[in-house]
T-cell receptor, first 110, second 118 residues
Framework: QKEVEQNSGPLSVPEGAIASLNCTYS??????FFWYRQYSGKSPELIMS????GDKEDGRFTAQLNKASQYVSLLIRDSQPSDSATYLC??????????FGTGTRLKVLA | GAGVSQSPRYKVAKRGQDVALRCDPI?????LFWYQQALGQGPEFLTY????????KSGLPSDRFFAERPEGSVSTLKIQRTQQEDSAVYLC????????????????FGQGTRLTVV
């Protein structure tokens, strides 16, 4: 079992819809969780961080964390074609190491 | 500089050749990370520096990989006797905060070096 698992996709949604991206992790003691966006051929950029159970909203993005079920999700409201990218889930493991999932490729159809 | 700068952007190496990849972090950033990203995969942790100290090198895949940050700013990742399986994008990231929770403030990635071993 991988430490951080994501469905590789592609996940296709129509423009204006809600995109839902999911991630599960295996380390029960993990405390810090991150969503990165990576455009093709570019480096990852941080979208959201979340540390507590529940929802955290930032503009069109909402991160959700459920430590009991060991999953974290990212919702993108009013999806735009410019949101088409690979979304990477990252979980802090130990003091320094961050474990990334393989990423979910999102396609927003105009 | 304005962001994390990596050079070269692209490197083609013949199998068995040694390569050196450079990372120039954001000025004043204490933490520096190296990651390896194979095609279609997420970044895999290689090593972590806090200033000049290499505090975690558990992700380095073999003793052919070596990283240094002698003055606590620029870092170099060296790969000796390159193999085809070393072909990947090598990403460097830096963040301002040191120690536990280093990524609780944003870590900024460089554009990466795409290494192709032929």
């Amino acid at each position: 079992q991988k430490e951080v698992e994501q469905n590789s996709g592609p996940l296709s949604v129509p423009e204006g819809a809600i995109a839902s991206l999911n991630c599960t992790y295996s380390d029960r003691v993990s405390q810090s969780f991150f969503w990165y966006r990576q455009y093709s051929g570019k480096s990852p950029e941080l979208i959201m961080s979340i540390y507590s159970n529940g929802d955290k909203e930032d503009g069109r993005f909402t991160a959700q964390l459920n430590k009991a079920s060991q999953y974290v999700s990212l919702l993108i409201r009013d999806s735009q074609p410019s949101d088409s990218a690979t979304y990477l889930c990252a979980v802090k493991s130990g003091t320094y190491k961050y474990i990334f999932g393989t990423g979910t490729r999102l396609k927003v159809l105009a | 500089g304005a962001g994390v700068s990596q050079s070269p952007r692209y490197k083609v190496a013949k199998r068995g050749q040694d390569v050196a990849l450079r990372c120039d972090p954001i000025s004043g950033h204490v933490s520096l990370f190296w990651y390896q990203q194979a095609l279609g995969q997420g970044p895999e942790f290689l090593t972590y520096f806090q200033n000049e100290a290499q505090l975690d090198k558990s992700g380095l895949p073999s003793d052919r990989f070596f990283a240094e940050r002698p003055e606590g700013s620029v870092s170099t990742l060296k790969i000796q006797r390159t193999q085809q399986e070393d072909s990947a994008v090598y990403l460097c990231a830096s963040s301002l905060v040191a120690g536990q929770g280093a990524w609780d403030t944003e870590a900024f990635f460089g554009q990466g070096t795409r290494l192709t071993v032929v």
